[in-house]
């Protein structure tokens, strides 16, 4: 597999343990159902498993095999009983290693291959063990007490409407210290070595830390974050209410692993390898999460006259952009159609407070 540029840090490593990707965007835009068939970028698994729970038939695709270790192990803990699989990932009292050991049959040789090397990670609580994880940590646990005590967090999140939380956000939260703080924490240079690589970054141009702050004091100051468990995580290092985080961990996701690991099939391979050995129509929908992010602008013109190829038609494509524009090249136009109010309204909802643009566009 071709392993360059972001592919390279990316294939070695364990970047992600969660999906920062709001899961309520793709389950509206590309509004999964029995019969779809869904090309999802596997990461850490979440949102493809939420995808599959909907009853889609999912191949999640990664170029990083520690990341597809990550999503056979969540989707093997639909073997156990609720309370197990929640210690397994940390969440609960219990040896995770113990129960590791009792759904290790359930993995491929190379999930197995990856975790047998790196028992750490899910002694120290797997969902805390990516790259991003760590960093978001070190803001929370470090950088974040230095700005707002506890009782500013839990007055933020818990606001009693919207007029009180953007009047605590603009005269408590967003200080000149937050502000200062956040600039540095979240910078292009800190950003790049400790929670992505330096080659995640290779097509952004322009500031990284002022457009997340901007997308930050959108959310911060202007959605309801007692059912936010992203800022919640990234605020309070914990969610607030299992049921509101991840599809998969609630107790009726888990409930439907099992049958959903029938529609599952995980594919190591980048999507540049895989789109062009893909049928016509093979396609219904894609979950791209914000790969053109890291792509040249012609690589990732080709990959999506690939993906076009692939699509059925009617087929609705969805993905992010972080600080890298990217859309369906305007050569490809006439093939699909852009959604691009629908787009905005999503982006608006969105509760990963990071992101530039959401795009769904939908094959001719
Ligand atoms: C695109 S990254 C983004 C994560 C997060 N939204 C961010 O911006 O930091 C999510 C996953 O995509 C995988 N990935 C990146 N480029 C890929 C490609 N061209 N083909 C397949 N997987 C890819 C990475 O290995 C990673 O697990």
């Known amino acids: 597999m071709a392993s360059q540029g972001a592919a390279e840090p990316l294939s070695r490593r364990l970047s992600y343990s969660q999906c920062w990707e709001d899961w309520a965007l793709l389950d509206d835009s590309l509004d999964p159902s029995p019969g779809d068939r869904v090309l999802s970028i596997a990461s850490a698994g979440c949102n493809s498993l939420a995808l599959a729970l909907k009853g889609a038939h999912v191949v999640g695709i990664d170029l990083s095999a520690p990341q597809l270790a990550l999503c056979e192990l969540k989707l093997a803990g639909g073997r156990l009983p609720y309370l197990r699989f929640l210690a397994l990932l940390g969440l609960a009292e219990g040896d995770p290693l113990e129960i590791y050991r009792e759904i290790e049959p359930a993995l491929s040789d190379r999930a197995r291959d990856f975790w047998r090397g790196r028992p750490d990670l899910l002694v120290d609580g797997v969902l805390c063990a990516g790259r991003f994880e760590r960093y978001l940590a070190t803001f929370t646990q470090r950088v974040l007490p230095l700005i707002h005590g506890r009782r500013t967090i839990r007055g933020l999140i818990d606001a009693k409407s919207p007029a009180e939380q953007r009047a605590f956000h603009d005269r408590r939260w967003s200080s000149w210290r937050w502000r200062g703080l956040f600039r540095v924490f979240f ?120 993906l076009l190829d692939a699509a059925a038609p009617g087929a609705r494509v969805a993905y ?37 643009a959401f795009v769904l566009e939908t094959v001719r």
């Open 187 to 306: 910078s292009r240079w800190v950003m790049a070595r400790l929670g992505r690589s330096p080659e995640q970054f290779s097509q952004v141009r322009g500031t990284v830390a002022e457009r997340i702050l901007a997308r930050c004091d959108e959310v911060l100051g202007g959605q309801p974050l007692h059912e936010n468990p992203y800022v919640q995580w990234i605020l309070e290092d914990a969610w607030r209410d299992i049921e509101l985080a991840h599809p998969y961990l609630t107790r009726q996701g888990h409930a439907g692993l099992a049958a959903a690991a029938e529609r599952i099939e995980w594919v190591h391979a980048s999507l540049e390898e895989h789109l062009p050995a893909c049928e016509p129509g093979t396609y219904t929908a894609y979950n791209l999460s914000n790969i053109g992010e890291y792509l040249p602008k012609a690589v990732w013109d080709e990959l999506y006259a690939r």
């Open 320 to 356: 992010w952009n972080l600080f890298v524009p990217r859309a369906c090249p305007t050569a490809l136009a006439g093939r699909i159609v852009r959604h691009s109010q629908r787009s905005a309204d999503l982006l608006a909802r969105d509760r990963v407070p990071f992101y530039g």
